[in-house]
């Protein structure tokens, strides 16, 4: 299948690969071509800020939770309708899992699905140093697969210039790379930023506003026709014949209630579409807003967030914490991570240290700490039987909070990739999975499987 694609990488995080992304997927839109977006590895924020511009949901592309024939398959499914497909990359293009590996980086995911990168490189205080810095990436890897440069942070009366001077001393080397537009240095390119990522889109007043303009100045100076005529060079794509058919659809259709709102809204969209093969609905419903939990719902799904930004409104919802509640030690199938393991303690400390009450499922303090706690991909090995995870299988998942908890349990065994370190954590019951790292339920389909069947019975006990 022909597929164009185009992968917008950089030298490192903070390069403004997120905001450009987004408006070149606004630009491309504006010309009235069929665009999906995708991001490298598992952040959850920046397709948030992609599905702003788009209105559809972005994919995740991970090697570490996707074999590389599942992650073709992914994707042919995500982007088989597109005109183009913008994937935006992390960290720096050759990042990967570790300091000295590039397994699971953008170079690698560009590599598997054969994509054509366009490297950001923000100009502000360089000269011929670009040049050097170009020939490097260019250079590191033969297949890099860079093929065209966007300039960042520089003035149009600079750009004429510096693409002459970088297309020349990469033709010298022997590259034919060439510099497709540049980005001025203006406010509508930069976005408020907390931890390590964004804030949420829901958090930044007139977004759509803001990268429409984006959009509309990137039309202005990128040239997009030599975007498109890269994107097209992708190779077609397609996955082992067999291999099309997704998991199972023989489980009847079970309801399942999922959070989100502005405290709770993480979820990785490959996750979701599973239990919808595997014949779910999925209820939103909001823990601020919304008094009790959907009427019919046999499982519940509360994801990650920020709950610590809005502990006082939720705490205040007193009958959504007594619904939650009632339904978890009633036994309802419940996974929840990170945002959603916070609520489910006795309390919840916010930024300013002020506690305040949360459903009480979990008996321990939410509180936080002012650094990264942990950080990175884990290997989950549980330590006993679970409703959904059982004693000794592993799935795989991703860790990044600032919040810890006095309880954070020990039924399972978190695993780096490299071994070097381990800790336990994980709180599992004969209904519940509870922790704070984020999973990817793909790596284990059978987690779902289980938590679908749970359900499904559930809902059959409620009728009886």
């Not at 398959?73 to 590039?102: C, P, S, W």
């Not at 002459?164 to 408020?192: H, I, N, S």
């Not at 990128?222 to 060079?233: F, N, P």
Request: net charge neutral; aromatic share 8%.
């Amino acid at each position: 299948m022909k597929i164009p694609r185009v992968l917008i990488t950089a030298a490192s995080s903070g390069s403004g690969k997120t905001v450009i992304s987004c408006g070149l997927m606004e630009a491309l839109k504006q010309k009235k071509l069929q665009v999906v977006s995708c991001k490298c590895g598992p952040d959850y924020i920046d397709p948030m800020f992609h599905r702003e511009v788009l209105g559809i949901e972005s994919e995740n592309l991970d090697l570490f939770f996707n074999q590389k024939e599942q992650l073709r398959q992914l994707f042919l499914r995500h982007a088989k309708e597109a005109d183009i497909a913008v994937i935006e990359g992390v960290m720096g293009y050759y990042d990967g899992m570790g300091l000295n590996t590039e397994t699971a980086s953008s170079y690698d995911v560009a590599a598997t699905l054969e994509i054509p990168a366009v490297l950001v490189l923000p100009c502000r205080g360089m000269a011929l140093s670009a040049a050097a810095l170009v020939k490097g990436f260019l250079e590191f890897k033969p297949d890099s697969n860079i093929r065209g440069i966007l300039l960042n942070r520089i003035s149009a009366m600079l750009y004429p210039k510096m693409k002459e001077m970088l297309e020349t001393e990469l033709k010298k080397a022997g590259y034919e790379v060439k510099v497709l537009g540049y980005v001025p240095e203006q406010d509508v390119f930069r976005l408020e930023s907390r931890h390590l990522g964004l804030v949420t889109p829901k958090e930044i007043e007139s977004l759509q506003g803001q990268l429409k303009k984006a959009g509309e100045i990137l039309s202005e100076t990128v040239d997009l026709d030599g975007l498109l005529e890269i994107a097209s060079t992708a190779p077609d794509i397609s996955i082992p014949y067999g291999q099309e058919e997704t998991e199972g659809n023989c489980i009847e259709k079970v309801r399942i209630g999922v959070a989100r709102d502005a405290a709770f809204g993480f979820y990785y969209k490959d996750n979701l579409e599973l239990l919808r093969e595997l014949g779910c609905e999925i209820v939103e419903f909001s823990p601020l807003k919304d008094h009790e939990l959907p009427k019919g719902i046999q499982g519940l799904i509360l994801g990650g967030g920020y709950p610590e930004l809005y502990a006082k409104e939720l705490s205040q919802n007193q009958k959504m914490l007594d619904s939650i509640r009632f339904a978890v030690r009633n036994k309802m199938p419940c996974h929840a991570e990170c945002g959603g393991f916070l609520y489910l303690q006795e309390s919840l400390q916010d930024k300013a240290g002020k506690s305040w009450k949360m459903t009480g499922v979990i008996p321990g303090v939410a509180f936080p700490t002012g650094k990264l706690v942990r950080f990175g991909y884990i290997q989950l090995k549980s330590k006993k039987d679970g409703a959904f995870l059982k004693m000794g299988e592993s799935i795989r998942g991703h860790e990044f909070h600032y919040w810890d908890s006095t309880n954070n349990g020990e039924d399972a065994k978190a695993y780096k990739p490299d071994g070097k370190r381990s800790w336990e954590c994980i709180h599992v019951d004969e209904n519940l999975f509870a922790g704070f790292p984020h999973l990817s339920y793909r790596s284990n389909p059978e987690f779902a499987i289980r938590f679908v069947q749970a359900a499904k019975r559930y809902g059959n006990r409620k009728e009886g």
